[in-house]
């Protein structure tokens, strides 16, 4: 995973990042509506399965503008590979294939995801050793929850982190693979290091009921604390094998 995704599915931080053909947007009978939320939380948004491949295209944002760098396009392959226990809990290994522009691989890497109830935690190694629920379903619609935090320190100073989700409605998505109607899931994280503190939206993530993350975006944005500008980074689902 590049800047962001908790593996290409985690950049999707993923993302990542669970399962993703024609999606039919879901009615609502006039007579009997259904609340939105209550049709959030009973979705099929984490559709996972070993054997499942997701396919992505991903490109850089422009730091200055924020559009498309052509040059930068290249293919992500996400692939469920087989079902493990670890930390104590069964979970989905997760292969993420990064290629460069070329074509060629430039790297894999290996996460772990685990759903429960519509949550999906991600399995932080490293040295850390422990799950952490990324996606909270269960929170609802348009209310933020806590995501992880943590301390860490950089040059001597002692940085507190708070990494923070959010749900939004539903909103209409264009990809590759065709048009959707997606949850959008903000990231936000917040620092904070003696009298500096510093908040900022990390990505946000597009769930289509049935197709799991359909895009993941990065925007493009001043580092915080300074005045350089950061390019941005985006995937889109281009297609999937079920």
Known sequence: MNRGRYGSFTRFMMLFAIGLAGLV???CDKENPVDEDESFLSADLFPLAVGRILVFTTYDLDAQTGQKVESTVHRDVSYFQATVTIGGRSAFRLIDSIYTPQGTIERIDTSYIAVNNGDVSLWEGGGENEWFDFVQRSAGLNNEYIIR??????????????IKGKFYDKESVTVPIGTVDAYKLEIKVSIQAGTFSSDWIDQYLYFAEGYGPVRM????????????????EESLLVSKNF
């Open 217 to 232: 975006t990065f925007p493009s944005q001043t580092i915080p604390g300074t005045t350089e500008k950061a390019p941005g």
């Open 25 to 27: 947007p879901m009615g």
């Open 149 to 162: 935090q943590y301390q860490e320190t950089e040059d001597g100073v002692t940085l507190n982190v708070t």
